[in-house]
């Protein structure tokens, strides 16, 4: 045990040798232009891409050589736009707010959960007892689409206005309102001087990008734009987390409890916050990161706008990741003394406990690894989850001979060299919830553990071990927890429950069917309908 | 009850139907979102949608979570094959992006029956989709639905599904006397669909009729292929399926009978039953035989309800939140047979306004009440949540939106209605002699006693 606490030391020390990319270089700055109406895509600001399968150490040489293809598919599937994945989802949670679809009224029907997915979190766990969310659609029809529906937002909008009186309105535009051409801004510029609400519009139709990652870059923009304040006093003691839906009510808790241990308060945007935790976000002392990709254009704009300096890298996933989190922002906040003590108190409770775990896995490994040795687990999501969760199966003793990423772009090539260094070089398959590819390469890496979400179609039926790569932050219960010393303990134990029973996805591969024919589950190429080379 | 009671004026009050201005959360999706959910509800059923990349994704959260917190299966959700349009497309066009999508798909998908779905993008660039969906005619079975979100909701995108079948792909066939389809049941959007559609399908195999209910079912093209051999449709909704019951009649000369919703408990579904032997010849003695012991099964059966009944909800009034077919069923069985009293009625499909007087006689026909519950259509959640404070009702039946406030009500809550996020519903369900039963242990499952 001893021995595997010396491992994250020698590895803690590694890390603070990293060059954390915390400076805004001319390139990365160009891209924040706040006077205009929205964010380049991810295409544009980040050369993004969501179709690559092969080495590590490939991939990083495509984006340094500048030569990231984001090519079509012959066989795409519905990975989610940027609209509908994260914000229809989402952004109706934000309180005092009201959202505005302007749409028809499919565009909105994946907001049908907002009342509920806060809803079951205990008052006692920090949820506010009374509470309301909403949000409406302008259900664009047929004549809308001919005539135009600038009249419609502008009712839409004052009957908001009237209906809620929401300190904040967000208006999510979509592929319609792209299409025929609404000019979202000028019914913005006519109703704003009479109503009390902030509207703040925001560009996520769904035909603008490829990478829905660039939904994110476009709400941030919105809210930059509108609801962040000129500053009136630096809050020198406040951390601004953005956090989305993969991240749990847990995780908040975890990193409230660390950062409250060395005087500091957390302001967590966007998701069930206030209106007015938005407007304070030029007033913290730093930006810190869970999800990075999420994060970017948040983080370099309040840098940019405001100062308010932020890093990317790494998340608090993991022992040793966590303890590099608290020091960047302990750096910030003048807290490098009591972060210290705040890292050697934590290690003494959750370390023994990580390295229980740690001894189960070799066991197991024995019993059950493919190679006799080592648990081998096929995990991340996106970016962000690919160079920190890496990190974190070192500590639990297991391996990722392959992962996953969403989407790749240049945002963090120095991290995931990093990752290349420390672990070595492993498999990379760059989709956005293509679950034919996600199915192909869960079959041919056939790891002991796939990490899978509802995302990936049929990859779960398999005669191995699977659970879930994260809960959705409605979950409030302990083991659902990621984040911090806590969350690195209960994903740990999250991970070793799921080896133990495997008859349900067993019995499903051996029951039902699966949605692909088996040459092309067979043939090699889990990019078989990728247009390469164009 | 006596026969001079006075009834008044039932006090209706509608929303706006059609496409309403501005409506907080209603209560289904788009067009593309009903063709997608009768899709996905046939086994070997495939969509392929022909819109942005977010068409499918919003159907996972949307049509399968809420319908049931059901999970898409091997061809929907982020399963759909979708060609993802951007906006190149949109300058150049996606119809060469769509014949890749749907020869691959056929390379690829182990499906049976194809369904290409034409989203708004498609629509306001002008592809056609008819053109290149006819070069596959001859590879697999498949059809086109032009489902534009913009031309209406999930029940319009249902009609829509059969409109298509109906002139892209069903033949004539020979009829045969005791064959029926089944419509007016959305998947999803009717959260209790497979397990309504299996009941009503049990129920009348045991009077020797053949129900076709499609959804839900294996060998999904043998029972497409046999839709116009039916003898008759039988639409189990006030209004949803009517609109497709005419094409069929008109293409194929088959005639329909509708119900106002799924029979629900004895009364209903013995009505059921005489209504259906009075079009289709059924064994006099066979069928009263089965009315007689299926009603002395389920009465004796809830029978051990009497006590929990009688002693903590006795003449208790409720409220219901639903769609139409629900909304008229549940409503009935509670006042017709339970003795409850029906406080509230809230409609939340929208249903078009011509149907709209039959649906409130549908709820107000009764004959055990003298007066009329209020009944609202409405499909705008914030004006919902708003009619349902200060009322007199302690039980409400409604979607999993109003489970979110029941202090403030102070009312218990059964989810009967779409969006059901916080219920699973696999094959539960209300239909037939079962319902009453089914429904009343709903009503107190973990809060019934002790007395």
Redesign the interface.
Same mark, same amino acid.
């Given at each position: 045990m001893q021995c595997n606490y010396e491992l994250f030391i020698r590895n803690g020390e590694k890390m603070t040798n990293i060059n954390v990319n915390n400076e805004l270089t001319e390139d990365d700055d160009k891209f924040v232009d706040l006077s205009k109406n929205t964010c380049p895509t991810r295409e544009q600001r980040a050369n993004g891409i969501n179709v690559f399968f092969g080495k590590a150490t490939e991939l990083l040489e495509h984006a340094k050589t500048g030569d990231l293809k984001c090519t079509?598919?012959?066989?795409?599937?519905?990975?989610? +736009?940027?609209?509908?994945?994260y914000l229809?989802?989402r952004i109706g949670t934000i309180r005092n707010a009201a959202v505005?679809f302007n749409?028809? &009224?499919? +565009?909105?029907?994946?907001?049908?959960?907002? @009342?509920?997915v806060f809803?079951h979190i205990p008052v006692e766990l920090g949820r506010p007892e009374n509470y309301e969310l909403?949000?409406?659609?302008?259900?664009?029809?047929?004549d809308?689409?001919v005539f135009g529906a600038k009249e $419609?937002l502008r009712?839409?909008i004052l $009957?908001?206005d009237a @209906?809620?009186s929401p300190e904040a309105i967000f208006i999510l535009t979509? +592929? &319609?309102t792209g299409?025929?051409g609404e000019d979202i801004e000028s019914v913005v510029r006519e109703v704003q001087g009479d109503i009390k609400s902030i509207l703040v519009p925001i560009h996520c139709e769904? &035909? @603008?990008? @490829?990478i829905?990652q660039t939904g994110y870059d476009a709400f941030w923009h919105g809210v930059l734009k509108y609801l962040v304040q000129e500053p009136k006093e630096k809050q020198e003691d406040l951390v601004n987390v953005a956090s989305m839906l993969s991240y749990t009510w847990q995780d908040r808790i975890e990193i409230k409890r660390l950062l409250g241990k060395i005087g500091l308060r957390v302001n967590f945007v966007p998701e069930f916050s206030t209106v007015e935790q938005f407007k304070q976000l030029g007033e913290a002392a730093v930006t810190a990161p869970i999800c990075p990709t999420y994060t970017d254009y948040l983080s370099r704009s309040l840098k940019k706008e405001y100062d308010v300096p932020f890093f990317l890298y790494p998340s608090p996933i993991g022992i040793k990741n966590t303890d590099e989190w608290l020091r960047q922002i302990a750096k910030y906040t003048g807290k490098e003394e009591e972060v210290e003590i705040l890292i050697e108190e934590e290690h003494k409770k959750w370390v023994p406990k990580l390295n229980e775990i740690r001894e189960e896995f070799k066991k197991l490994g024995k019993l059950i690894a493919k190679d006799g040795k080592t648990i081998d687990v096929l995990g991340s999501l996106g970016q962000g989850r690919l160079v920190t969760q890496l990190p974190y199966f070192d500590e639990l003793g297991i391996k990722s001979t392959a992962a996953m990423a969403q989407d790749f772009d240049t945002l963090l090539v120095e991290e995931l060299e990093d990752v290349v260094n420390t672990i070595g070089d492993f498999d990379v398959m760059v989709n956005t919830?293509q679950?034919?590819e996600q199915t192909h390469i869960a079959k041919h890496e056939n790891p002991d553990i796939t990490l899978t979400c509802?995302?990936?179609?049929?990859a779960w039926k398999r005669d191995g071990g699977v659970t879930r790569i994260h809960a959705m932050r409605g979950d409030a219960l302990p083991w659902s927890a990621q984040s911090g010393y806590s969350g690195a303990i209960a994903f740990g134990h999250f991970l070793l429950q799921s080896i133990q029973n495997i008859s349900f996805q067993k019995t499903f591969a051996e029951k039902t069917?699966?949605?692909?024919?088996d040459w092309?589950l067979e043939q090699p190429d889990p990019l078989y309908?990728a247009e390469k080379g164009k | 009850m006596t026969e001079n009671k006075t009834k008044k004026e039932p006090n209706v009050l509608t929303d706006e139907p059609?496409?309403?201005? =501005?409506?907080?959360?209603?209560?289904? #999706? *788009?067009?593309?979102?009903g063709a997608y959910e009768a899709t996905v509800g046939l086994y070997g059923g495939i969509p392929l949608?022909h819109?942005?990349? #977010? *068409? %499918?994704?919003?159907?996972?959260?949307?049509?399968n979570?809420?319908g049931g917190q059901n999970?898409p299966g091997?061809?929907g #959700?982020?399963? /759909?094959? *979708?060609?993802?349009?951007?906006?190149e497309?949109?300058i150049f066009g996606g119809e060469d992006?769509l014949r890749?999508?749907i020869?691959? /798909?056929i390379? =690829?998908? /182990?499906?049976e029956f194809f369904v290409v779905i034409s989203g708004?993008?498609p629509s306001? =660039?002008g592809d056609d989709v008819d053109n290149i969906v006819s070069e596959f005619k001859d590879k697999a079975p498949i059809i086109h639905v032009n489902a534009? %979100?913009?031309?209406g909701?999930s029940f319009d995108g249902y009609e829509l599904f059969f409109e298509a079948l109906a002139t892209q792909y069903l033949k004539p066939k020979r009829k045969r006397k005791r064959l029926v389809n089944i419509l007016g049941i959305v998947p999803f959007q009717h959260i209790f669909w497979k397990g309504e559609l299996r009941s009503i399908k049990e129920l009348l195999a045991k009077v020797g009729i053949e129900a076709n209910v499609l959804f839900g079912e294996f060998d999904t093209v043998e029972k497409i292929d046999k839709i116009p051999a039916a003898a008759y449709n039988i639409v189990l909704s006030p209004w949803v399926g009517h609109k497709t019951a005419k094409l069929l009649e008109e293409k194929f000369k088959t005639h329909f009978i509708s119900f106002p919703g799924v029979p629900l408990g004895p009364i209903q579904t013995t009505k059921f039953l005489r209504k259906i032997a009075e079009i289709i010849d059924i064994n006099q003695d066979k069928l009263n035989d089965l009315i007689t012991s299926e009603e002395r099964r389920v009465y004796r059966q809830l029978e051990f309800a009497g006590d929990i009944l009688q002693f903590d909800v006795p003449n208790v009034y409720f409220g219901v939140v639903a769609d139409s077919n629900t909304a008229v069923s549940v409503t009935r069985y509670l006042t017709d047979e339970v003795g409850q009293l029906p406080d509230i009625v809230i409609i939340t499909d929208n249903p078009p306004e011509e149907f709209r007087k039959d649906i409130v006689e549908a709820i107000t026909s009764t004959d055990e009440i003298a007066f009329t519950p209020d009944i609202i259509f409405e499909n705008d959640s914030?004006l919902i949540k708003n009619l349902l404070q200060n009322r007199p009702f302690l039980n409400l039946y409604a979607s999993?939106?109003e489970? /979110?406030y029941l202090d403030e009500l102070g009312s218990t809550h059964v989810t009967i209605s779409f969006?059901s996020?916080?219920r699973l519903v696999l094959g539960g369900n209300y239909a037939g002699y079962d319902g009453g039963l089914n429904l009343i242990e709903s009503l107190f499952y973990d809060k019934a006693g002790p007395l």
């Amino acid at each position: 045990m001893q021995c595997n606490y010396e491992l994250f030391i020698r590895n803690g020390e590694k890390m603070t040798n990293i060059n954390v990319n915390n400076e805004l270089t001319e390139d990365d700055d160009k891209f924040v232009d706040l006077s205009k109406n929205t964010c380049p895509t991810r295409e544009q600001r980040a050369n993004g891409i969501n179709v690559f399968f092969g080495k590590a150490t490939e991939l990083l040489e495509h984006a340094k050589t500048g030569d990231l293809k984001c090519t079509d598919r012959k066989f795409s599937q519905s990975g989610g +736009c940027l609209l509908n994945f994260y914000l229809s989802v989402r952004i109706g949670t934000i309180r005092n707010a009201a959202v505005i679809f302007n749409g028809p &009224v499919g +565009c909105s029907t994946s907001a049908l959960g907002y @009342r509920e997915v806060f809803g079951h979190i205990p008052v006692e766990l920090g949820r506010p007892e009374n509470y309301e969310l909403k949000w409406v659609t302008t259900n664009l029809n047929s004549d809308d689409v001919v005539f135009g529906a600038k009249e $419609k937002l502008r009712e839409a909008i004052l $009957k908001t206005d009237a @209906r809620y009186s929401p300190e904040a309105i967000f208006i999510l535009t979509t +592929c &319609v309102t792209g299409i025929i051409g609404e000019d979202i801004e000028s019914v913005v510029r006519e109703v704003q001087g009479d109503i009390k609400s902030i509207l703040v519009p925001i560009h996520c139709e769904g &035909v @603008r990008s @490829r990478i829905m990652q660039t939904g994110y870059d476009a709400f941030w923009h919105g809210v930059l734009k509108y609801l962040v304040q000129e500053p009136k006093e630096k809050q020198e003691d406040l951390v601004n987390v953005a956090s989305m839906l993969s991240y749990t009510w847990q995780d908040r808790i975890e990193i409230k409890r660390l950062l409250g241990k060395i005087g500091l308060r957390v302001n967590f945007v966007p998701e069930f916050s206030t209106v007015e935790q938005f407007k304070q976000l030029g007033e913290a002392a730093v930006t810190a990161p869970i999800c990075p990709t999420y994060t970017d254009y948040l983080s370099r704009s309040l840098k940019k706008e405001y100062d308010v300096p932020f890093f990317l890298y790494p998340s608090p996933i993991g022992i040793k990741n966590t303890d590099e989190w608290l020091r960047q922002i302990a750096k910030y906040t003048g807290k490098e003394e009591e972060v210290e003590i705040l890292i050697e108190e934590e290690h003494k409770k959750w370390v023994p406990k990580l390295n229980e775990i740690r001894e189960e896995f070799k066991k197991l490994g024995k019993l059950i690894a493919k190679d006799g040795k080592t648990i081998d687990v096929l995990g991340s999501l996106g970016q962000g989850r690919l160079v920190t969760q890496l990190p974190y199966f070192d500590e639990l003793g297991i391996k990722s001979t392959a992962a996953m990423a969403q989407d790749f772009d240049t945002l963090l090539v120095e991290e995931l060299e990093d990752v290349v260094n420390t672990i070595g070089d492993f498999d990379v398959m760059v989709n956005t919830f293509q679950a034919a590819e996600q199915t192909h390469i869960a079959k041919h890496e056939n790891p002991d553990i796939t990490l899978t979400c509802p995302f990936q179609g049929g990859a779960w039926k398999r005669d191995g071990g699977v659970t879930r790569i994260h809960a959705m932050r409605g979950d409030a219960l302990p083991w659902s927890a990621q984040s911090g010393y806590s969350g690195a303990i209960a994903f740990g134990h999250f991970l070793l429950q799921s080896i133990q029973n495997i008859s349900f996805q067993k019995t499903f591969a051996e029951k039902t069917t699966t949605g692909y024919k088996d040459w092309f589950l067979e043939q090699p190429d889990p990019l078989y309908y990728a247009e390469k080379g164009k | 009850m006596t026969e001079n009671k006075t009834k008044k004026e039932p006090n209706v009050l509608t929303d706006e139907p059609g496409s309403p201005k =501005i409506v907080e959360a209603p209560r289904y #999706g *788009c067009a593309l979102s009903g063709a997608y959910e009768a899709t996905v509800g046939l086994y070997g059923g495939i969509p392929l949608l022909h819109s942005g990349s #977010g *068409c %499918g994704m919003s159907q996972l959260f949307g049509a399968n979570y809420g319908g049931g917190q059901n999970a898409p299966g091997d061809y929907g #959700g982020s399963s /759909t094959p *979708c060609s993802c349009l951007v906006e190149e497309h949109v300058i150049f066009g996606g119809e060469d992006k769509l014949r890749k999508l749907i020869d691959s /798909t056929i390379q =690829i998908s /182990t499906a049976e029956f194809f369904v290409v779905i034409s989203g708004c993008v498609p629509s306001l =660039i002008g592809d056609d989709v008819d053109n290149i969906v006819s070069e596959f005619k001859d590879k697999a079975p498949i059809i086109h639905v032009n489902a534009p %979100g913009f031309k209406g909701n999930s029940f319009d995108g249902y009609e829509l599904f059969f409109e298509a079948l109906a002139t892209q792909y069903l033949k004539p066939k020979r009829k045969r006397k005791r064959l029926v389809n089944i419509l007016g049941i959305v998947p999803f959007q009717h959260i209790f669909w497979k397990g309504e559609l299996r009941s009503i399908k049990e129920l009348l195999a045991k009077v020797g009729i053949e129900a076709n209910v499609l959804f839900g079912e294996f060998d999904t093209v043998e029972k497409i292929d046999k839709i116009p051999a039916a003898a008759y449709n039988i639409v189990l909704s006030p209004w949803v399926g009517h609109k497709t019951a005419k094409l069929l009649e008109e293409k194929f000369k088959t005639h329909f009978i509708s119900f106002p919703g799924v029979p629900l408990g004895p009364i209903q579904t013995t009505k059921f039953l005489r209504k259906i032997a009075e079009i289709i010849d059924i064994n006099q003695d066979k069928l009263n035989d089965l009315i007689t012991s299926e009603e002395r099964r389920v009465y004796r059966q809830l029978e051990f309800a009497g006590d929990i009944l009688q002693f903590d909800v006795p003449n208790v009034y409720f409220g219901v939140v639903a769609d139409s077919n629900t909304a008229v069923s549940v409503t009935r069985y509670l006042t017709d047979e339970v003795g409850q009293l029906p406080d509230i009625v809230i409609i939340t499909d929208n249903p078009p306004e011509e149907f709209r007087k039959d649906i409130v006689e549908a709820i107000t026909s009764t004959d055990e009440i003298a007066f009329t519950p209020d009944i609202i259509f409405e499909n705008d959640s914030f004006l919902i949540k708003n009619l349902l404070q200060n009322r007199p009702f302690l039980n409400l039946y409604a979607s999993s939106l109003e489970s /979110t406030y029941l202090d403030e009500l102070g009312s218990t809550h059964v989810t009967i209605s779409f969006p059901s996020f916080n219920r699973l519903v696999l094959g539960g369900n209300y239909a037939g002699y079962d319902g009453g039963l089914n429904l009343i242990e709903s009503l107190f499952y973990d809060k019934a006693g002790p007395l």
